[in-house]
Antibody, heavy 122, light 110 residues
Framework: QITLKESGPTLVKPTQTLTLTCTFS??????????VGWIRQPPGKALEWLAL???????RYSPSLKSRLTITKDTSKNQVVLTMTNMDPVDTATYYC??????????????WGQGTMVTVSS | QSALTQPRSVSGSPGQSVTISCTGT?????????VSWYQQHPGKAPKLMIY???KRPSGVPDRFSGSKSGNTASLTISGLQAEDEADYYC??????????FGGGTKLTVL
């Protein structure tokens, strides 16, 4: 059974750096075709694709946020970390991590974490 | 990379069919057969309903189907049920840019 869980601060100040951790179980991020992505959703608004890291350490970033995002993986700890610099109130959102397995469900996110709400405020 | 375009809302009566469109460009929807659809109920995480344009994950009812023509993908829900009322999002692979979601569509079952 695949599970993912996001963790990190619930409140950050403007200009600070946000660090979120996705801890997962039930799969290995060293298996060919597997990836973990981050998606966010501001309150009452749409989902926004942020970043994705693949089993081979290839990475993809949203073009509009690329300069502020870094995604890394620690295969031994079953964790993926997303950092976002220079946080602003507009970054207030629920942040989700999600599993991707090309050989199971193509490029789709088939299993999602419960999400973690992050508020940016002074 | 602009968000994919979806209607803000659709509605239908129980038993009817509804179709939600998702329009992108040749750099995303039209360029790859990697469109997925997600259902999201209030306060819940999204759930994958369709992947690779028209494939259904195990456990998703066959009332849900997907298709694509050119730069527009579509999700059709037939035999509408009350529990289908939710927000629906499309998502497309976008090559080196990773992926892009649509703006979401609120489905109301009348």
């Amino acid at each position: 059974q695949i599970t993912l869980k996001e963790s990190g601060p619930t409140l950050v100040k403007p200009t600070q750096t946000l660090t979120l951790t996705c801890t997962f179980s039930g799969f290995s991020l060293s298996t060919s075709g597997v990836g973990v992505g981050w998606i966010r959703q501001p309150p009452g608004k749409a989902l926004e694709w942020l970043a994705l890291i693949y089993w081979d350490d290839d990475k993809r970033y949203s073009p509009s946020l690329k300069s502020r995002l870094t995604i890394t993986k620690d295969t031994s700890k079953n964790q993926v970390v997303l950092t976002m610099t220079n946080m602003d109130p507009v970054d207030t959102a629920t942040y989700y991590c999600a599993h991707r397995d090309y050989y199971d469900s193509g490029d789709a996110f088939d299993i999602w974490g419960q999400g973690t709400m992050v508020t940016v405020s002074s | 990379q602009s968000a994919l375009t979806q209607p803000r809302s659709v509605s239908g009566s129980p038993g009817q069919s509804v179709t939600i469109s998702c329009t992108g460009t040749s750099s995303d929807v039209g360029g790859y057969n990697y469109v997925s659809w997600y259902q999201q109920h209030p306060g819940k995480a999204p759930k994958l309903m369709i992947y690779d344009v028209s494939k259904r994950p195990s456990g998703v009812p066959d009332r849900f189907s997907g298709s694509k023509s050119g730069n527009t993908a579509s999700l059709t829900i037939s035999g509408l049920q009350a529990e289908d009322e939710a927000d629906y999002y499309c998502c497309s692979y976008a090559g080196s840019y990773g992926g892009v979601f649509g703006g979401g569509t609120k489905l109301t079952v009348l």
